[in-house]
Each structure stands twice: as structure tokens, then as C-alpha cells.
């Protein structure tokens, strides 16, 4: 059973920012892809940024620019770098791999923007 454990959130101002991360247990990590979404109260869970397997990343275009996913498959780490964060952005921020129909979920961290 693969389990994720996000960290780094935490209550920053406007403009500040933030770095994610999210350890995965288990051998699958290197050949999943790797998502960050994200749920603001009131809101549904939205797609965040994407790292395929074979290094090709995607976001979506509210975060386009400012946030940026990488990963380190020799420790089962995702990250997520968020600069020039606005109070839009605030959320539980949860991280999600995906291998072969199979998705798994970490329990999330929150995120607050506000001065």
C-alpha cells in the first residue's frame, strides 16, 4: 500500500512563498506521475501541476508562472516551489500518484495567504 505525507504549508502574506512536499512509501513512486491539487472551503478540488514519469510538467493557468513541481525519485519526494502567492491560493493542498489506473492521495497540508 503506497502512502503520501505532505508538509510545508503554513500561513504566509501576500507575495510570500512556500516550498511542498510529499514523501511516498512503497517502489511505485518513480513510475507514477505526480499531481498537486488543491480544495479552497466551499470549493471542489481543483488540479494544480502535473510531473509525468518522463519529466514533462503541466499546471493550471491560475498557477502558471508562480508555482513550479519537481521531484526526486532517489527519496520518494515531490515538491511543490509556490512564489508569489496570493490569497486565492489558499487551500489544503493535497499531493496524488497515479500508476496503471490506480491513484493514491496523501492526507494534504494547508495552505494560508493573508496579511
Known amino acids: 500500500q503506497v502512502q503520501l505525507v505532505e508538509s510545508g504549508g503554513g500561513l504566509v502574506q501576500p507575495g510570500g512563498s512556500l516550498r511542498l512536499s510529499c514523501v511516498a512509501s512503497?517502489?511505485?513512486?518513480?513510475?507514477?506521475?505526480l499531481n498537486w491539487y488543491r480544495q479552497a472551503p466551499g470549493k471542489q478540488r481543483e488540479w494544480v501541476a502535473r510531473s509525468s514519469s518522463g519529466g514533462y510538467t503541466g499546471y493550471a493557468d491560475s498557477v502558471k508562472g508562480r508555482f513550479t513541481i519537481s521531484r526526486l525519485n532517489t527519496k520518494n519526494t515531490g515538491y511543490l516551489q509556490m512564489n508569489n502567492l496570493k490569497p486565492e491560493d489558499t487551500a489544503v493542498y493535497y499531493c496524488?500518484?497515479?500508476?496503471?489506473?490506480?491513484?493514491?492521495w496523501g492526507q494534504g497540508t494547508q495552505v494560508t495567504v493573508s496579511s
Open positions: 512503497g517502489t511505485i513512486f518513480s513510475r507514477a506521475t
Open positions: 496524488n500518484l497515479f500508476l496503471s489506473s490506480n491513484g493514491y
